[in-house]
Nanobody, 114 residues
């Protein structure tokens, strides 16, 4: 069973930046489309960004132009560079396949607050 581990979250001021990392216990990034998801307090989990195994990328409208998703198949890793963060970006961020096929990991908390 593949497991994902997310890291890189933290507390950041509005306008700040963070880079999230995701590693997998098995080779998946070269096989499946991968995505970052997030769940804000009191809200449903939502898709933030997707990258296919061919390198095609899509973003949620709310993060387009501010977030950048990337992957490193050799390292079995995926990243989410987040710039110009605002309070609406606060939440727990998860990585998984797209569509989700693997049980959710612990996620990494991102809090944007002054």
């Amino acid at each position: 069973q593949v497991q994902f581990a997310e890291s890189g979250g933290g507390l950041v001021q509005p306008g700040g930046s963070l880079t999230l990392s995701c590693t997998a216990s098995k080779t998946v990034f070269s096989i499946y489309a991968m995505a970052w998801y997030r769940q804000a307090p009191g809200k449903q989990r939502e898709l933030v960004a997707v990258i296919t195994n061919r390198g095609n990328i899509n973003y949620a409208t709310s993060v387009k132009g501010r977030f950048t998703i990337s992957g490193d198949n050799a390292k079995n890793a995926m990243y989410l560079q987040m710039n110009s963060l605002n309070a609406e970006d606060t939440g727990v961020y998860y990585c998984n396949t797209s569509p989700q096929l693997v049980p959710w990991g612990q996620g990494t908390q991102v809090t944007v607050s002054s």
